[in-house]
């Protein structure tokens, strides 16, 4: 580069020197000096170059006019071309006698490394070397800024396509609109299987999370806040997402909503770039568990009557099938106890937990997972649960497995009602009988071999209220799952006690 700066302006300082028509000598090569002693005299610049003409080395020497040196600095005359390996041009008296050196490298074409006057690439062609790559860097970089452009817009478009899409738009959370006013869209939309995708991640990522109220197996649940409201939410770690899917698809089923059961809102799986946070967002109940709840308060008999209709409410619609296009499946729990209902304001019971849940297809009697034979929570299972008797090909078997487990529940409530002033400690089913953590075998022995259930006291038969529920359990506890109750007959039973016991439901 150095070389190429010196040449020029050496050049410049010749061409305004020849600018005041000084004539120059120099030596010349061709026939056509032989007359003049191979001399030649102009007013531009003396060359010399080197070449190899059948393989042998010419050195040539001519005299270039002035009106040849274009471009000042720089005359194509004095570059290398084709042919000619080195060139040299100067501009004092005879300067071109020297033997120029061939050059050690040379390529077919006579192109070498090497810049400006004694080099042998062409203006053009560096050029051409230089801008050509920068040329086709911008050319991939203008293509690549164009594709991105065009993938955002086709994205964007598409957001606004289903924000926009006027079959929705009554569901998309407008600023003003509430939960309650959404979920109120939903039930009456007709779909009555849960708020669209975009709907339920658009709610999920404007909630704020307040404080942790809970953990479980599966992770843990916080109380958030959305538009003034409580929701709670459900934060799966990312290695149980087969059971956040699962439990959300169960949650979808269509017109699953009761008011017995956990009001569902969102899922959502959030990618922070480390891991993925898998959300469910479901109704929040101050109150929180039915186990909570009783650990917390003794009831009423009215209480205990609403907790356990709405249970059982709850239970009936969970396992009940609607036929017709906006059915419903028979879904079984399998996963029932006090930890899994919720006790909502107006202390009723709202079920939830719905992770373990099988459904029931009538049309091929099949049941939609291939069941395990033994999920659940060991205390809580039933006597063919336990011995592995239960008939898994029977969708029933698992709605009579339910049954047993809400009996416990309602023996959990039931000592915890007041009746002419006395009521019980809260206990779980089988306190005094199992560890706090107790192994299936331990359960079987219990349940299965010694034939045991939770004590019904004698004094329960001195109030109605208390003998119904007393009554109930005994027959959700067979040790022959067919023989219980239903969950609609428990419903009735305590339906006509509520009418009788004058209590509003
Ligand atoms: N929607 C809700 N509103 C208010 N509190 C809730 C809600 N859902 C869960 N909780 C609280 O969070 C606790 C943890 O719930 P989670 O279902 O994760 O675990 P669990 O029921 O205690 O145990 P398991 O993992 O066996 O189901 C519940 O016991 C309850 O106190
Ligand atoms: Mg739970």
Redesign the pocket.
């Known amino acids: 580069m150095a070389k190429l700066w010196i040449s020029s302006a050496v050049l410049v300082v010749h061409t305004v020197l020849l600018g005041s028509s000084q004539a120059l000598w120099c030596n010349c090569t061709t026939a056509q000096c032989e007359k003049t002693g191979s001399q030649c005299e102009t007013d531009g610049a003396c060359m010399a170059s080197t070449s190899f003409i059948d393989g042998q080395e010419q050195h040539i020497r001519i005299c270039i006019t002035r009106d040849k040196l274009v471009p000042p600095g720089q005359p194509f005359y004095c570059l290398g071309a084709e042919g000619l390996l080195n060139i040299h041009c100067c501009y004092t008296d005879f300067c071109n006698s020297i033997d120029l050196k061939v050059p050690s490298v040379t390529s077919p074409s006579g192109l070498e490394g090497g810049y400006g006057p004694g080099g042998t690439w062409g203006l053009v062609e560096l050029v051409a070397v230089i801008a050509g790559p920068l040329f086709l860097l911008c050319l991939l970089l203008l293509v690549g800024v164009f594709l991105y452009q065009y993938h955002q817009r086709a994205y964007n478009h598409r957001q606004r396509l289903e924000v926009e899409d006027p079959s929705c738009d009554h569901l998309y959370p407008a600023k003003d609109r509430t939960l309650q006013d959404l979920i109120y869209d939903l039930s009456t939309s007709g779909s009555g299987s849960g708020l669209p995708l975009f709907v339920q991640r658009t709610v999920a990522r404007t909630i704020v999370l307040q404080e942790i109220?809970?953990?479980?197996?599966?992770?843990e649940?916080w109380r958030g806040r959305w538009r003034g409201g409580d929701v709670?939410v459900?934060i799966f770690s990312s290695r149980e997402e087969r059971s956040w899917f699962r439990e959300a698809e169960i949650y979808q089923t269509i017109m699953l909503r009761h008011e017995n059961i956990?009001g569902f809102i969102a899922a959502d799986n959030k990618d922070n770039g480390t891991w993925t946070q898998l959300w469910l967002v479901?109704?929040?109940?101050?109150h929180?568990?039915l186990?909570?709840y009783l650990n917390r308060y003794s009831v009423t008999t009215e209480g205990m009557i609403k907790l356990a209709l709405s249970a059982a409410s709850g239970l009936a619609h969970l396992h009940m099938e609607i036929l017709g296009t906006q059915g419903k499946p028979g879904i079984a729990h399998r996963?029932l106890k006090s930890?899994?209902i919720?006790v909502k304001k107006n202390c009723t019971c709202a079920i939830?937990?719905l992770g373990l849940a099988v459904r029931h297809d009538s049309a091929t009697d099949t049941i939609d997972i291939a069941p395990n034979q033994r999920v659940g929570?060991k205390r809580y299972m039933a006597p063919e649960v336990l011995d592995e008797t239960i008939n898994m090909r029977h969708f029933d078997s698992f709605k009579c497995a339910d049954i047993y487990a809400l009996g416990l529940v309602y023996w959990e409530i039931a000592r915890r009602c007041n009746s002419g002033g006395i009521h019980e400690e809260y206990q779980l089913p089988f306190y005094e009988l199992v560890p706090s953590d107790p192994s299936i075998e331990e359960m079987r022995k219990v349940v299965c071999d010694q034939k045991l259930r939770p004590n019904i006291p004698n004094w329960w038969q001195s109030y109605e209220a208390l003998r119904v529920m007393g009554k109930i359990m005994r027959e959700c506890w067979y040790a022959n799952g067919a023989a219980r109750l239903t969950a609609l007959r428990i419903k009735k039973t305590l339906s006509l006690l509520s009418i009788q016991e004058d209590i509003k439901v």
């Open positions: 109220i809970g953990k479980g197996r599966f992770g649940v709670a459900k956990l479901s109704d929040y109940h101050e929180g568990s186990f909570d996963d930890k899994n919720l939830a937990d929570t």
